[in-house]
């Protein structure tokens, strides 16, 4: 998609100056640039589903052990194994659904081996992730238990690669079959009496890669052998994930598609990683702009995505799922050394991209069915950090406020807004409605312009509205275990005046405004 060009117009001239009577007191140095946007406020585009917040997690590096999991007996607080603080920041902030146990991990990982009396589970390597050793101390009761005290949907992805078509039947019958059955006897003697009523299962994951680097033919063939078996048990009828391409590779989808035959799955996975020049911390703002265009090839991506799958009979069924995605920077190696494989800083360059992407996925509600960033906690673009299995630090990262800012959001009407700019380093912004009240939320992604905002409602009036900020002046800030605050959300300031809503984007921000219409 091209880039529009941007419309300067200073503060100081005419145009602006006939809505000073908006303006309670210019913050902006004369240099601010006005942004004017109009909000369609009936023009619907489709419901934000909640799973368009998802996340994700692997056992890779400290995102499971020592991240989510400290174990019962860890002197940091913990509920029943899980830390307490991870806990209550994600219930917080509602993680409508939870993906695991990877990524690659996943179709080397064997059910079996996580579940019943944790010392005799046994020790694996993790082949993928830097060869250790594997306690399966954190299984698929584990999983669940967490989706419990978070609330969030659990997502089981399931292996195809090393494994087979019986093994993965099995695991959906130990979850999902009441009773009767010998698994579902194991289940209830493992601990839960009740089923876990799993409802999304991943067939596979990067099956052209790290998931058995098939073709799409080869792969196509297992998935239509896998998801003969994958069925209904006890009412719950599994929605199954096929594995889909990196990125825009429509060879693969359509490879796949083509193959199954009519056997289409109810998703399709697409994952799409920002990658990244720089160490997280230490980027620069030429980098930083590199990093955040690749938004707009996500854009594209998605659109030829739902293209190919909008082509086959019953294609507009499949729900399109952005599975992995996020800001993969040069990983440092010393932050790997301290605190494990990918472990990532989230600065405020890193929330200007979750920004981006969650504004990105209110415009496309209508062509997307989930997107779950990696991952949730150390790993890649995570919503915290922690500082190891002995510490009970634990801090909420710029991307966590980011995802905050953006709940409001959920469920509600994504309605059209005419005059963002395409990419970075314009603005970006999406809304959403249902009943009386409308959600703004903005991104100035640029590293030396301040934006004066103002929308124009169409179809609405304002009456009043409250705004938030997450913003910092230094690309690099992030909120580290010593200075766990220093980027956090504030108010901000709004003005609501009729068809009007303004207010100031400084350079480097995001923002949302909700407002109450007439
Ligand atoms: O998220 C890290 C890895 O990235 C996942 O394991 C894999 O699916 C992807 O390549």
């Not at 020790?123 to 238990?145: A, D, L, M, P, Q």
């Not at 301290?338 to 981006?356: D, E």
């Amino acid at each position: 998609m091209k880039r529009s060009l941007s419309r300067r117009e200073f503060v100081a001239t005419g145009a602006a100056a006939s809505l000073a009577a908006l303006v309670p007191r210019p913050v902006f140095a004369d240099s601010t640039i006005m942004q004017r946007l109009v909000v369609h406020t009936d023009a619907e585009i489709g419901k934000i589903s909640p799973e368009l917040h998802g996340h994700f997690a692997e056992h890779l590096g400290s995102c499971v052990y020592g991240g989510l999991w400290v174990g019962k007996n860890s002197k940091v607080p913990n509920i029943n194994g899980h830390r307490k603080l991870a806990v209550e920041y994600l219930g917080e902030l509602g993680v409508p659904v939870l993906r695991w146990p990877g990524g690659c991990y996943a179709d080397d990982y064997h059910w079996r081996d996580g579940i019943g009396p944790v010392e005799k589970r046994p020790k694996r390597v993790n082949i993928h992730w830097g060869g250790t050793v594997e306690t399966n101390s954190f299984g698929t009761h584990e999983f669940i238990e967490l989706c419990r005290l978070i609330k969030a949907e659990p997502y089981l992805a399931g292996n195809v690669g090393s494994g087979s078509p019986q093994e993965m039947r099995d695991w959906v019958e130990y979850c999902n079959y009441p009773r009767g059955s010998d698994l579902a006897e194991e289940r209830a003697a493992n601990g839960a009496r009740e089923p876990f009523k799993v409802r999304y299962w991943g067939v596979g994951n990067e099956s052209w890669g790290c998931g058995g680097n098939m073709r799409p033919e080869e792969y196509a063939t297992l998935y239509r052998r896998f998801a003969v078996y994958l069925k209904e048990f006890g009412g719950t009828t599994p929605y199954l994930i096929a594995s889909g391409p990196s990125g825009g590779d429509i060879g693969w989808s359509r490879g796949l598609l083509d193959k199954v035959r009519g056997d289409f799955p109810d998703g399709l996975s697409m994952h799409y990683y920002e990658g990244g020049e720089d160490a997280a911390t230490s980027f620069t703002a030429a980098h930083m702009n590199q990093q955040l265009a690749i938004f707009e090839k996500v854009e594209e991506c998605i659109l030829l995505q739902r293209a190919v799958l909008d082509g086959y009979p019953e294609g507009r069924k499949i729900g399109l799922i952005l599975d992995e995605w996020g800001v993969w920077d040069r990983i440092a190696p010393e932050d790997e050394k301290k605190y494990g494989s990918l472990w990532q800083q989230s600065t405020m360059r890193s929330a200007l991209a979750a920004g981006l992407g969650l504004n990105l996925f209110n415009r496309l509600a209508d062509k997307l069915y989930m997107c779950n960033i990696a991952q949730i906690v150390n790993v890649l673009q995570s919503l915290l950090i922690t500082e190891g299995a002995e510490s009970d630090k634990c801090v909420r990262t710029t991307t966590y406020h980011v995802f905050s800012l953006f709940k409001a959001h959920r469920s509600k009407m994504a309605v059209r807004v005419q005059g963002q700019e395409a990419s970075p380093p314009g603005l970006s912004a999406s809304a959403s409605k249902s009943g009386n009240e409308l959600v703004l939320s903005f991104v100035n992604p640029s590293a030396d312009e301040d934006f004066r905002v103002v929308c124009t409602l169409v179809g609405s009036n304002a009456q009043e509205g409250t705004a938030e900020i997450l913003h910092d002046t230094d690309l690099n800030a992030c909120n580290s275990f010593e200075k766990p605050n220093a980027v956090v959300v504030q108010k901000h300031s709004v003005k609501v005046d009729g068809s009007k809503v303004q207010l100031d984007m400084p350079r480097m921000s995001v923002a949302t405004a909700v407002v109450r219409l007439g």
